[in-house]
């Protein structure tokens, strides 16, 4: 059974810091991998999508990476500023040749990035 | 271009009664479905459609039902509100059930129940 985990929950870092979120799944057979921004209040944002195939993509300061030989993606936000201060969720969607339809999700990290 | 469509955003009431969650979408995608999220739970999957007339349930359907009877619509009704389905709701959609394209979220309904 595929499981997500995203470690630590909440991060604290300054503004300007590079820093790397981190999620984990236990299980490699995957069709993508979706990183979500989430504010206070408001629904879930699209950031990155990773496809089983790729193993980085990139948007701006955004760069997320697949490694799915050890079950991990990270996402790693350059020059960090307050505006990045959300919750970063990632979701692994099942390979199509299974009874599994649904994205398995982890439970997110808080980020605070303090002027 | 609107997305995600949800209404209303906020809403109270009163164990037993009913009510429906309208969800839009105008990109013409396939796929829809319903989420709740709560804390330390993360989202979970109630409902969700891959296209008109086809529904099928999630992980936690007690107590909701859904149709779709058109491709822009997938409401959510509480058949008869209970306090443990306090929650906030999200409605999603992609083009596919399938795809790398990514999926697209709501702003969400805050549902109390008293």
Redesign the interface.
């Known amino acids: 059974k595929q499981e997500v985990t995203q470690i630590p929950a909440a991060l604290s870092v300054p503004e300007g810091e590079n820093l790397v979120l981190n999620c984990s799944f236990t299980d490699s057979a995957i ?2 991998l ?1 990183w ?1 921004r989430q504010d206070p ?6 950031l990155l ?1 990773i ?1 089983s195939s790729q193993r980085e993509q990139t948007s701006g300061r955004l760069n997320a990476s697949l490694d799915k030989s050890s079950g991990r993606s990270t996402l790693y936000i350059a020059a960090s500023q307050p505006g990045d201060s959300a919750t970063y ?1 990632c ?1 692994v ?1 099942p390979p ?1 040749d299974g009874n599994n ?3 398995i ?4 990290t808080s980020l605070a990035v303090n002027p | 271009n609107a997305g995600v469509t949800q209404t209303p955003k906020f809403q109270v009431l009163k164990t037993g009664q009913s009510m429906t969650l309208q969800c839009a979408q105008d990109m013409n995608h396939e796929y829809m479905s319903w989420y709740r999220q709560d804390p330390g739970m993360g989202l979970r999957l109630i409902h969700y459609s891959v296209g008109a007339g086809i529904t099928d349930q999630g992980e936690v359907p007690n107590g909701y039902n859904v149709s779709r009877s058109t491709t822009e619509d997938f409401p959510l009704r509480l058949l008869s509100a209970a306090p443990s389905q306090t929650s906030v709701y999200f409605c999603a959609s992609r083009i596919r059930i399938y795809s790398n394209q990514p999926q697209h979220f709501g702003d969400g309904t805050r549902l109390s129940i008293l």
């Open positions: 069709y993508n979706q979500f209040g408001k629904g879930l944002t699209s999508l496809q969720l979701a969607a199509t339809r649904k994205l999700w982890g439970l997110g």
